[in-house]
């Protein structure tokens, strides 16, 4: 019946195991979506909600950032987006009496899909030191807990401010104001685990650390690469984007350690003719080892530059710097090693490279598979590179699509959540603002577990999300986090988070994007951006789930005001009042932005100013478009052991735990399972269903286990397995990071499976 959440938790993970599916979408599709509505919903709500789901004057989804198209359906969502508003307009709710009947401690062994089954949560609560119960407590007083704390606090950089990527541009830019105001650069975000590598990567190449292509341009392109991402699960539209330009004659290169299932057919439930036989998308599958990305482009840009009339010499002669020494080390990487290190064939690589040189516009996508390894930024470089050579950035059709994986993420850093905010940003608030902000680079979220564990860091607020479960190396950051004196989060649902808690904790539930904003001056939309940088209004319509929520925003100014007091000179109360009051602050300090309240008021908003794309100027540290030659890199592995990535299953949004299923790969009910190669596993012993341990090895010589999986013998690459996080994150190494970015070394962790008791 809709409303009412699982009593039991499947305390046994018992997965089911078919082969893996070769189409996405289609009927399946609308019924799974159809249920999991209903379930949380019921039917009329469900009509009434996902017929608002990205229409221009309804709601944005709360799920990725993929764009919406100038001309919207009716049903203009996918099953996971679905899947994302039902469980925030679910009729379930989390109460005071729920808390009163579960102690922190029962918390702590529910299972991350039990916890985010039990719904909204509908009044602020409080956990107090040394009880184990959460308790019901008023706004005031919990404002005037956090107040004490921070106001108690040797320096503000003994605070951290966390944002996940679905607080809107309006709450992102003011809690960076409150935490700046107040006196630290601590603001960790969901970025930093996800595309910090993209940005790091972009800025210093292009001078832009965001994606270079519209919508519309991917429609224009005559060869796509879908590199390292899995658009079938965490950016489905993106499949109806790929359909649309494979119809216009487009090729499509799929380069992943796993087929997965919406690369290889799209049956799109928008048509009689998708629905049932559907397009098959990918022309060319190559099924890439993991960590091999950089050595597949070099190898494409080493046969590039030694084709004669292979480079466009106009653009690079004209609009980028350092290309000979790059095509140097180009020519001299050596074919053997570096075609061992993607697991690739020569003909492979030559079918591509055929691909490559007969196309004139080619876009290339990606996601965590390039951007959570060690040596991600010199991937992605190597990605800039391969389309510097033929001129594919700033003209129609081609160019750079880091493709974000959270609704806002891309917005919020637009508006400042950044550890490292550019002086010019800075400059530019304190102008507006009249306070100095602190100069000092902050902690980025590796950093901040780290000043969390080491007592530097002693309290963490948290503008949504579920941090414990979405950072690496579970038992350090758990043991991180309760070590803080205090733990605060804004959120709509329970999960993890709420469980793991400092000395004391207070949940501060929010409205979801879904729901009604009403302020002093009436209605509110807010404001997001996508993967694409447009900008666009949404606008809730829902009531909300409780009468006790507060918006992010709200939040964000009565929390100044309390912690600032008088000192603070900025008009907290009128931007709460008023959102339209915070754009036109933003549109003076944040670039891009200018008339900023006219221009989202119109139907689908605006496009950001992106240089390298309007202008093919770039405004990198030499004026051009850089080349770069960093070596290739990629994971060696011991004798016996396997590179294992953590990935999403189907059923799952980030953190987000929508069932225990993973259809496209034959998985049913269980998510303990880890996918290993059928030679790999022979040759290791692992029979299909048996059962293993999974021991990740690093340089610190400490041993990470993650015990009880099942081994399902799956078409993974050779020396390659794959099982699902949150549940191996506790086998990432703290310190396993990216190098220049920082970002959690996800997608490669060398493994060592043993026999499980479980056998
Ligand atoms: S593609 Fe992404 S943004 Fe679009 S409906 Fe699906 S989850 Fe939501």
Redesign the pocket.
Known sequence: MAGKPPQSDPVQDAPQVAGPKHAAAGLPAIGHTLRAAQQQMGVKRTALTLLR??QKDGFD?P????PEPEHRHAAE??E??AK?VAEEATLRRVTPDFFAAHSVADLANRSGYWLGQQGRLTHPMYLAEGADHYEAVPWERAFDIIAEELTGLASPDEALFYTSGRTSNEAAFLYQLFAREFGTNNLPDCSNMCHESSGSALNETIGVGKGSVLLEDLYKADLIIVAGQNPGTN????LSALEKAKANGAKIITVNPLPEAGMERFKNPQTPQGMFKGAALTDLFLQIRIGGDQALFRLLNKLIVETEGAVDEAFVGEHTHGYEEFAEAARAADWDETLTATGLTRAQVDEALRMVLASKRTIVCWAMGLTQHKHSVPTIREVVNFLLLRGNIGRPGAGVCPVRGH?NVQGDRTMGIFERPAPAFLDALEKEFGFAPPREHGYDVVRAIRAMRDGLAKVFFAMGGNFVSASPDTEVTEAAMRRARLTVHVSTKLNRSHAVTGARALILPTLGRTERDLQGSGEQVVTVEDSMGMVHASRGRLQPASEHLLSETAIVCRLARRVLGESSRTPWEEFEKDYATIRDRIARVVPGFEDFNARVAEPGGFALPHAPRDERRFPTATGKANFTAAPVEYPKLPEGRLLLQTLRSHDQYNTTIYGLDDRYRGIKNGRRVVLVNPEDARELGLADGSYTDLVSEWQDGVERRAPGFRVVHYPTARGCAAAYYPETNVLVPLDATADTSNTPASKSVVVRLEQSAAN
């Open positions: 789901v990205n989804c799920g990725c950032a993929w969502f996918c996971n987006g994302a950016h489905p539209r993106m609704s």
